[in-house]
């Protein structure tokens, strides 16, 4: 079974629409993520999470908000979709910082077409 | 401005050959370096990663050689087979915890028969 997963897999939406993307995870992982994956740019922090009541913007948050209704949950939407918002989306979660360097693990991504 | 830069974009090897891909940064505060490998249809997961206090690691046919003092680092892969054609990312980020990793933009390795 997979520990992080994202509903839905696949999204086509048209402009100006308001979309949402889920993400859950059975890891137990306090630090949650949010990322973008344009062919050729490779992967952009939007959000992080480090818990329910401590949310970050990452390196291109403009245009998405988040939200994280429990540990397990981490939401990203779109308010109002836009053409170039068109990419592969991400969610990854990591343990709590523990003075190592802790792994992130990804989902298996939602493929998200705004036409 | 792009923090972390991935070359080749593209790789092609044949099998039993060598692969390899290298990164450069610029952020001297960067002090954790993974590699994270993504077949299609999947999300990334993480391949190896190095500390800047070693030049080099190896978990089976995967190697990081680290060049801190010209901020390179490079993944080899030996033996190359068909099953490692995927697409490979190189990360750096500053601390440990990895919260905020920059990514480099991804080199595809195709291995042929």
């Known amino acids: 079974d997979a520990d992080v997963t994202q509903t839905p897999r696949n999204r086509i939406t048209k402009t100006g629409k308001r979309i949402m993307l889920e993400c859950s995870q059975t890891?137990?992982?306090?630090?949650m993520y949010w990322y973008r994956q344009d062919p050729g740019l490779g992967l952009r922090l939007i959000y992080y999470?480090?818990?329910?009541?401590?949310?970050n913007k990452g390196e291109i948050s403009d245009g998405y908000s988040v939200s994280r209704q429990a540990q397990a949950k981490f939401s990203l939407s779109l308010e109002s979709a836009i053409p170039n918002q068109t990419a592969l989306y991400f969610c990854?979660?990591?343990?709590?910082?523990?003075?190592?360097?802790?792994?992130?693990?990804f989902g298996p991504g939602t493929r998200l077409t705004v036409l | 401005q792009q923090q972390v830069k991935q070359s080749p974009q593209s790789l092609i090897v044949q099998k039993g050959g060598i692969s390899i891909i290298n990164c450069a940064y610029e952020?001297?505060?960067?002090?954790?370096f993974p590699w994270y490998q993504q077949f299609p249809g999947k999300g990334p997961a993480l391949l190896i990663a190095?500390?800047?206090?070693?030049s080099e690691k190896k978990e089976g046919r995967f190697t990081i050689s680290f060049n801190k003092s010209a901020k390179q680092f490079s993944l080899h892969i030996m033996d190359s087979q068909p099953g490692d054609s995927a697409t490979y990312f190189c990360?750096?980020?500053?601390?440990?915890?990895?919260?905020?990793?920059?990514f480099g933009k991804g080199t595809k390795l195709s291995v042929i028969p």
């Open positions: 990854a979660t990591s343990v709590k910082d523990s003075g190592r360097f802790s792994e992130q693990f």
């Open positions: 890891k137990g992982h306090d630090r």
């Open positions: 999470s480090f818990d329910v009541k401590d949310i």
């Open positions: 952020n001297t505060a960067f002090d954790y």
């Open positions: 190095i500390r800047p206090d070693v």
């Open positions: 990360a750096a980020s500053k601390g440990a915890g990895s919260y905020q990793l920059t």
